[in-house]
């Protein structure tokens, strides 16, 4: 299994400002993945990350408005950009930890609520 | 990415069995049948996952067709912390890494 923080749990932004959630996985990991929640709304994936790598985004999400880094193979963070309240979601990370990525395991999340 | 339909909702009693349809007509030969659940303010958690044969585990099984086209989650005996979101998800065992998750179907379960 993979226990997994994220940090901030939750935090309420002002529009325009930029928040970093990070992602901390107890065991060393290959690829990391960062997903959003909008309110009532299923999961959405924003983009997967490798150590060492740049992120792969998914259609619809850019690195400038979602920047990743992924300096370490227990450590991710996910930058949320020049914020709108369109941005208020629940933003979660997981990780697979066998080779074939059949069971994920997935953070608490975070809360953001832009005004 | 292959698509899954789910009832929006269902609702049990307590401690009765559980069938979650999951339709998936369009299901490659190489697509993974995942299931995860997420319970109320939580994230997502992996419930069971198979290819073609029925599968078992401590939390539930998994009964999938013959022509791989539908499939069933069963929860043996419900509990009141099984009131929760299940996701029905094709992963591309081929190619693929991500999950995909779709509307999933909202559980109850009434005492």
């Known amino acids: 299994s993979a226990v997994i923080s994220q940090k901030p749990s939750r935090d309420i932004c002002q529009r325009g400002t930029s928040l970093t959630i990070q992602c901390q996985v107890d065991?060393?990991?290959?690829?990391m993945f960062w997903y959003r929640q909008q309110p009532g709304q299923s999961l959405t994936l924003i983009a997967t990350a490798n150590q060492g790598s740049e992120a792969t985004y998914e259609s619809g999400f850019v690195i400038d408005k979602f920047p990743i880094s992924r300096p370490n193979l227990t450590f991710s963070t996910l930058t949320v950009s020049n914020m709108s309240p369109e941005d208020s979601s629940i933003y979660l990370c997981?990780?697979?930890?066998?080779?074939?990525?059949?069971?994920?395991?997935f953070g608490p999340g975070t809360r953001l609520t832009v005004l | 990415d292959a698509k899954t339909t789910q009832p929006n909702s269902m609702e049990s009693n307590e401690e009765e069995p559980v069938h979650l349809p999951c339709n998936h007509s369009?299901?490659?030969?190489?697509?993974?049948i995942h299931w995860y659940r997420q319970l109320p303010s939580q994230g997502p958690e992996y419930v069971i996952h198979g290819l073609t044969s029925n599968v078992n585990n401590r939390m539930a099984s998994l009964a999938i067709a013959e022509d791989r086209k539908s499939s069933t989650l069963i929860l043996h005996r419900a509990t009141l912390r099984d009131a929760a979101v299940y996701y029905c998800?094709?992963?591309?065992?081929?190619?693929?890494?991500?999950?995909?998750f779709g509307a999933g179907t909202i559980l109850r379960v009434k005492s």
């Open positions: 998800i094709l992963r591309d065992g081929k190619f693929g890494n991500k999950l995909v």
């Open positions: 065991s060393q990991v290959t690829m």
């Open positions: 997981s990780v697979g930890k066998d080779r074939d990525y059949n069971e994920q395991f």
């Open positions: 369009t299901i490659s030969g190489t697509d993974y």
